[in-house]
């Protein structure tokens, strides 16, 4: 995945940012009635270099032309993640037959994992990269607080991406337990979500 990707995915995320910050379509100053969605004297909404990782860039699967040579990609490839995760080595041969068969229904799309659909999606999506962004925040006692949120952008061109899926994670009561420290090869404990909403959006 190339640089100038991840910086344009970076661009919009801090545009959208200011278009929240700018507080809508209302020109006039910030009233009591009507305050400004952000406390940015406090830091609130600033993005942090420090805290952020770097780009984690997984494969979809077999990878049919090399990366760019400025791109490492982790050995963990997300089609093998998700196969095992449908098929841990605690269960019995059954029970994964029985998770393949639940998801390849109307409900999950026929989401046939036989036909290993994230290696083999059709739009030939070969690399996906993870941003970890870590910015400031006001926690409930008002004081700041550095949260994180995560970025998941295949290796296509702007013009074959869709769209945008914005997920959002229930409470946690620890901060590891987030989509954005994403699980690789070198972080193994890290939080299954962000590693499985990259799998299936890749597919």
């Given at each position: 995945m190339r640089k100038t990707f991840h910086l344009r995915m970076l661009t919009i995320l801090g545009l959208a940012f200011l278009v929240s910050a700018c507080g809508g379509n209302n020109p006039g100053p910030a009233s009591s009635s009507n305050p400004a969605p952000f406390n940015t004297t406090e830091g609130e909404g600033k993005l942090s270099k420090e805290d952020s990782a770097s780009v984690t860039v997984y494969s979809?699967?077999?990878?049919?032309?090399?990366?760019?040579?400025?791109?490492?990609?982790?050995?963990?490839?997300?089609?093998?993640?998700?196969?095992?995760?449908?098929?841990?080595?605690?269960?019995?041969?059954?029970?994964?037959?029985?998770?393949?068969?639940?998801?390849?229904?109307?409900?999950?799309?026929?989401?046939?994992?036989?036909?290993?659909?994230?290696?083999?999606?059709?739009l030939g999506v070969r690399l996906v990269g993870a941003d970890k962004i870590a910015y400031g925040a006001i926690n409930v006692g008002g004081a700041a607080v550095m949260v994180s949120g995560g970025i998941v952008a295949p290796d296509l061109a702007p013009a074959s991406i869709k769209g945008i899926i914005l997920f959002f994670h229930g409470t946690t009561i620890q901060r590891s337990n987030v989509p954005s420290n994403f699980i690789t090869s070198s972080n193994p404990t890290g939080d299954y979500t962000g590693i499985l909403l990259a799998a299936l959006w890749a597919s």
């Open positions: 979809t699967g077999t990878i049919a032309t090399d990366p760019p040579a400025d791109v490492a990609v982790d050995p963990l490839a997300l089609d093998t993640y998700y196969t095992q995760t449908i098929c841990p080595s605690s269960l019995t041969q059954m029970e994964c037959t029985q998770n393949e068969q639940s998801l390849n229904t109307a409900d999950f799309g026929n989401f046939d994992v036989t036909s290993d659909p994230i290696a083999n999606n059709s």
